[in-house]
């Protein structure tokens, strides 16, 4: 089995094209989150991952729009205030706000931050964060 594994993109439309074409055909592929934030064409890459069957996950940046949006998140995440966020990361929510419909809004609320997997016969834990707080905790090699 081939798998792709893509997360982070961000908006970013031209470099989430270029890894799909860098990757080539793959049997499933797994999106790890943040497909929102920073960059404007996260609506346009939320319709691209789901015209191609990927299993998503929601990271830190779609829960804090969804948050905006009144969305009831983890108790342990930090989310910034719009305010906050824009000035930090630019008006890339705001934007998306106006840009998805409401299914796709619903769709993106209905996401996990964490699945198990199996897959081969082994197990497999995808996560955008870790395992210990799969939203928003990052990990380093030490």
Not at 28 to 48: S, V
Request: charged share 25%.
């Amino acid at each position: 089995m081939k798998l792709g594994v893509l997360s982070d993109v961000h908006g970013n439309l031209d470099g989430f094209e270029a890894c799909l074409e860098d990757m080539g055909a793959v049997d499933l592929l797994l999106f790890g989150g943040d497909l929102l934030g920073y960059y404007f064409d996260g609506p346009t890459i939320l319709r691209r991952l789901r015209s191609l069957g990927a299993q998503c996950l929601a990271g830190n940046h779609d829960l804090y729009f969804l948050s905006h949006l009144g969305r009831a998140q983890p108790s342990d995440l930090h989310v910034p205030s719009r305010a906050e966020y824009r000035q930090r990361y630019g008006p890339s929510l705001e934007l998306a706000e106006t840009a998805l419909t409401a299914e796709e809004i619903d769709f993106l609320s209905g996401l996990p931050t964490s699945r198990e997997l199996t897959l081969d016969g082994r197990t497999l834990l995808h996560v955008h964060g870790s395992p210990w707080r799969p939203a928003d905790e990052y990990v380093y090699p030490d």
